[in-house]
């Protein structure tokens, strides 16, 4: 296993876990919605949203919106958000494309 495998999946077994104040950064969510082949130059910020459960709502640079889930295996699904904001009803397309949690850099 190479060194930057093994140190990705530290970290995504360390937040698979974590607490919501071992939040990912932003940076990272970034990366891994790029990961997952969506468009985000750059993430300007990522909340926390409260009717979901180890899901977070990612701003991108581009004005596009995301919400990505830490699943149980360890990988990030990324679903934009299409409308509704943190109302509770957000409007997502149906299959989310998943990827590994990017490790911070």
């Known amino acids: 296993m190479s060194k930057g495998w093994s140190l990705a999946m530290a970290l995504i077994f360390t937040c698979a876990g974590?607490?919501?104040?071992?939040?990912?950064?932003?940076e990272t969510l970034g990366a891994t919605i790029r990961d997952a082949g969506l468009r985000c130059m750059e993430a300007n910020?990522?909340?926390?949203?409260?009717?979901?459960?180890r899901t977070?709502?990612?701003?991108?640079?581009?004005?596009?919106?995301?919400?990505?889930?830490?699943?149980?295996?360890?990988?990030?699904?990324?679903?934009?958000?299409?409308?509704?904001?943190?109302?509770?009803?957000?409007i997502l397309p149906p299959e989310p494309r998943c990827a590994p949690l990017h490790a911070a850099q």
């Open 56 to 90: 977070w709502r990612v701003s991108c640079s581009e004005a596009l919106v995301y919400a990505a889930t830490l699943a149980e295996t360890g990988e990030l699904c990324i679903e934009p958000i299409l409308a509704g904001g943190f109302s509770g009803d957000l």
């Open 45 to 53: 910020s990522a909340e926390a949203i409260p009717e979901r459960e």
């Open 18 to 26: 974590c607490a919501r104040s071992s939040e990912p950064s932003a």
